[in-house]
């Protein structure tokens, strides 16, 4: 049987490492082909999407949330100020660090805890289960995408084994 632990902690990780790598090649293509950072790093797919630096904050930011409330402890607060290739891998390595704290006991139980979170000034309330598979993971899922596909499309070449990852 799956434990709560085993459907949230090594899916976000595995995410946020993809990510680190995607970010990666991104950050060596600007470098070989003299594009300043700044240009993939404030690079949008459309005028009203988020640029690829909130793309990774998002992504952080529903992964250490996700560890945080279904283990039963605080959510780390980060600054949000990111602005070059080296400060978004740290931000992912210390979102990662954090998780990996989580231990799988601090979990049990965690499917049916009532999860409240604050969107765009509203509530939005859920039981664990529901918050991590209807939220937290589409979420996560959907702005690493996005962060891929900002950078796939300024160039850079990635393929669906970047987004996926090592088979391990």
């Known amino acids: 049987m799956l434990s709560m632990y085993d459907i949230a902690i ?14 990666k090649k991104g950050e060596d293509y600007a470098d070989t082909k003299n594009i300043e950072h700044t240009a993939l790093l404030n690079a949008r797919l459309f005028p009203d999407m988020y640029p690829l630096i909130r793309q990774v904050q998002i992504a952080t930011d529903m992964s250490k949330g996700a560890a945080a409330r279904l283990s039963g402890t605080e959510v780390p607060k980060y600054e949000d100020s990111e602005t070059t290739f080296q400060e978004l891998q ?16 601090q979990m049990e139980g965690s499917e049916a805890r009532d999860i409240t979170v604050i969107v765009r000034s509203r509530p939005l309330e859920f039981k664990g289960q529901a918050y991590l598979l209807k939220w937290v993971l589409p979420n996560v899922y959907f702005h690493v995408t996005t962060a891929y ?11 669906k084994a970047d987004y996926l990852g090592p088979k391990d």
């Open 10 to 23: 090594p899916p976000l990780k595995r995410s946020l490492s993809n990510l680190s790598a995607i970010l």
């Open 149 to 159: 596909n900002i950078l796939r499309h300024n160039g850079v070449g990635l393929g």
């Open 90 to 105: 740290a931000r992912i390595a210390k979102t990662i660090s954090f998780i990996d704290s989580v231990k799988p006991v």
